[in-house]
């Protein structure tokens, strides 16, 4: 057996064909270790991650493929690792223990001391490989119970299909999504690839994250473009397979799978948000195993890696995936094990882990504004948040935009928040933390469709400013923890205004404010609008944008005391039913 290296992998079709046969022979062919795969990976993450790639060859026949990468010249890892459900040493089985060890030998020469491998299955041959192995210590822990739907015989098909489709959840949203109109699954294989549809699966799976307070990994262009890349080269063999569901001519639902030897991939499913109360996610799922069921060639529907409770309903087997570190002294072993049970203690205990998670942002909050602004500026800060923590007080400005004054409107049109919006915005500022923070607020009020959300496109139709507008009375200026009454039902507050931080300094928040009042005053509304007095350049927009200021809130504190008072300015009146002295004591 003779072992050789390449970073790069080769475009000529030799390689391919040669590899791809060779996952044919192994124990367990999967979509993941083909070279549809390692080569999607590898063109997209290029910057970032240098492939690593082993094959061995008996004479000119090629007889195993370790996909790997160096994220550090003493680290490997799997190519695909951070991708791909399953990752393994491909090869024949007998073949495994031999080409196992010398991939370890060489690379205990070339100097890797930690190898990290995610998602090995635990029936595969490499687990005794390497447990077996001298050049390194072995440290393997459970990583995922994969669900499994098995599809078994005709008879059994049968009854698997009977049994999913009399479940009393997949009845009740059948019929809700019916009274819509025709429900259907389509295949995409390839054919619909160019016509934007990957686009669309794109937005929604983005949109769905931040309905459910979390920003999805496709926020990331790589992730994106990984996910084209390979959808374009498995399509180029069948393998690819985007599962859509629809009502009429709408998608509600896609799965983002693969269809490789018998196995169905529920890879990447989402949701259309507005139809996620009639639960399109179980009936897409419902409809892929009744079609599965129904190819004789499909052996298995495979959930996939997450533990998630509606898999359970469909599951009847599942498969182990192992996390296994090597590492080549005994030091970096009992590391490895050791952070292992730190972290799964702590996870045991979610109180303690919760206090984890905020030290750890914390720190990592702190590490970038020591590398961003220096020591200094960075304990003045800390040491500004202690004093305003004993001992503050806080001031916020109160405006009015003046009766009978029409607003200037120039520039772009303000349009309605909605979720493609929210989506295309997250997707271009996913390097903006603050930005990306912002979007997950405005996701949660609009998903519970708590007041009204505004954009102001860019010229790419992408928005650079966000705008709220919510009822006066009631109104929480939060950074006081003040309650806000009207005296008219037509009084209306725009709050919580955004521009990404890249964005800032060109008068984008004046011209969406002055477009705002011009819908609202349309409405007949009594427009307000507020600032800290601390943020200066948001108070110079409102000011700009024609609103007067009408009277302040001013909080004193000192330790648990807090009082509240107010004060006018322009001669401004502030009535009864506006604030009163119960109120303003805090």
Same mark, same amino acid.
């Given at each position: 057996m003779r072992l050789s290296w390449i970073s790069e992998l080769p475009e000529d079709g030799k390689l391919r064909a040669q590899w791809d046969d060779l996952v044919l022979e192994s124990e367990h062919p999967e979509v993941f270790l083909t070279w549809e795969w390692a080569t999607a990976v590898a063109r997209t993450y290029k910057s970032s991650l240098q492939p690593w790639i082993g094959t061995a060859h008996e004479g000119e026949e090629l007889v195993? =493929?370790?996909?790997?990468?160096?994220?550090?010249?003493?680290?490997?890892?799997?190519?695909?690792?951070?991708?791909?459900?399953?990752?393994?040493?491909?090869?024949?089985?007998? $073949?495994?223990?031999?080409?196992?060890? @010398?991939?370890?030998?060489? !690379? &205990?020469?070339?100097? =890797?001391?930690? =190898?990290?491998?995610?998602?090995?299955?635990?029936?595969?041959?490499?687990?005794?490989?390497?447990?077996?192995?001298?050049?390194? #210590?072995?440290?393997?822990?459970?990583?995922?119970?994969?669900?499994?739907?098995?599809?078994?015989?005709?008879?059994?098909? /049968?009854?698997?299909? $009977? @049994?999913?489709?009399?479940?009393?959840?997949?009845? /009740?949203?059948?019929?809700?999504?019916?009274?819509?109109?025709?429900?259907?699954? /389509?295949? *995409?294989?390839?054919?619909?690839? @160019?016509?934007? =549809? !990957?686009?669309?699966?794109?937005?929604?799976?983005?949109?769905?994250?931040?309905?459910?307070? /979390?920003?999805?990994?496709?926020?990331? $262009?790589?992730?994106?473009?990984?996910?084209?890349?390979?959808?374009?080269?498995?399509?180029?063999?069948?393998?690819?397979?985007?599962?859509?569901?629809?009502?009429?001519?709408? *998608?509600?639902?896609?799965?983002?799978?693969?269809?490789? *030897?018998?196995?169905?991939?529920?890879?990447?499913?989402?949701?259309?948000?507005?139809?996620?109360?009639?639960?399109?996610?179980?009936?897409?799922?419902?409809?892929?195993?009744?079609?599965?069921? &129904?190819?004789?060639?499909? $052996?298995?529907?495979?959930?996939?890696?997450?533990? *998630?409770g509606y898999k359970e309903r469909f599951a009847n087997a599942q498969r182990t995936t192992l996390h296994v570190t090597l590492s080549s002294n005994a030091i970096d072993h009992w590391r490895a094990r050791g952070?292992?049970?730190?972290? %799964?203690?702590?996870?045991?205990?979610?109180?303690?882990?919760? !206090?984890?998670?905020?030290? @750890?942002?914390?720190?990592?909050?702190?590490?970038?504004?020591?590398?961003?602004?220096?020591?200094?500026?960075?304990?003045?800060?800390?040491?500004?948040?202690?004093?305003?923590?004993?001992?503050?007080?806080?001031?916020?400005?109160?405006?009015?935009?003046?009766?009978?004054?029409?607003?200037?409107? %120039?520039? #772009?049109?303000?349009?309605?928040?909605?979720?493609?919006?929210?989506?295309?915005?997250?997707?271009?500022?996913s390097e903006d933390r603050e930005t990306l923070e912002y979007l997950l607020r405005s996701a949660d009020r609009f998903h519970i469709q708590q007041h009204r959300g505004y954009v102001l496109p860019g010229e790419d139709g992408i928005a650079e400013h966000f705008a709220w507008v919510a009822p006066y009375e009631g109104f929480v200026v939060a950074e006081l923890g003040q309650t806000l009454r009207a005296n008219s039902p037509d009084k209306v507050m725009i709050f919580d205004c955004w521009t990404p931080p890249a964005l800032r300094g060109r008068g984008l928040c004046s011209q969406a404010i002055q477009q705002l009042v011009s819908c609202l005053i349309g409405e007949s509304k009594d427009v307000w609008i507020f600032g800290q007095v601390t943020d200066s350049a948001l108070l110079g927009e409102i000011e700009r944008a024609g609103f007067r200021r009408r009277f302040s809130l001013v909080r004193r504190k000192i330790l648990l005391w807090k009082r509240t008072q107010q004060q006018s300015y322009e001669g401004y009146t502030l009535s009864n039913s506006e604030t009163s002295p119960k109120e303003a004591v805090r």
């Open positions: 195993g =493929i370790a996909a790997l990468a160096k994220p550090s010249p003493t680290t490997a890892v799997f190519l695909a690792g951070s991708t791909a459900d399953y990752c393994d040493f491909i090869s024949r089985t007998e $073949k495994r223990d031999e080409f196992v060890r @010398q991939v370890l030998s060489n !690379l &205990k020469e070339s100097g =890797i001391r930690t =190898i990290v491998l995610p998602n090995l299955p635990a029936d595969s041959a490499t687990v005794a490989a390497l447990r077996g192995n001298r050049d390194f #210590r072995s440290f393997l822990r459970v990583g995922y119970q994969c669900a499994l739907v098995k599809l078994g015989s005709e008879e059994e098909r /049968r009854f698997l299909i $009977k @049994q999913v489709l009399k479940k009393s959840m997949f009845r /009740r949203a059948m019929h809700s999504l019916e009274q819509l109109g025709p429900v259907s699954l /389509r295949h *995409e294989r390839g054919e619909r690839l @160019q016509e934007g =549809i !990957l686009d669309t699966f794109v937005s929604t799976h983005v949109a769905r994250f931040l309905a459910t307070g /979390r920003v999805g990994n496709l926020v990331m $262009k790589d992730r994106r473009q990984f996910l084209f890349e390979l959808a374009r080269l498995l399509a180029e063999r069948r393998w690819f397979d985007l599962m859509t569901l629809s009502v009429g001519d709408r *998608e509600v639902g896609f799965n983002y799978g693969f269809r490789y *030897e018998g196995s169905w991939s529920w890879y990447q499913p989402t949701i259309v948000n507005e139809f996620a109360d009639s639960s399109p996610g179980f009936c897409l799922l419902t409809k892929i195993v009744e079609d599965a069921c &129904k190819d004789p060639e499909a $052996k298995v529907v495979d959930l996939g890696l997450g533990t *998630e952070r292992y049970h730190v972290a %799964t203690a702590i996870r045991r205990r979610p109180g303690l882990e919760a !206090l984890a998670r905020q030290a @750890q942002r914390g720190i990592s909050r702190g590490r970038k504004s020591v590398r961003g602004n220096g020591w200094f500026p960075t304990l003045a800060s800390a040491a500004a948040r202690v004093r305003g923590f004993v001992a503050g007080r806080d001031e916020v400005f109160l405006y009015q935009w003046p009766d009978g004054t029409r607003s200037s409107v %120039t520039g #772009r049109e303000l349009v309605s928040l909605s979720w493609e919006n929210l989506a295309a915005a997250a997707m271009k500022y």
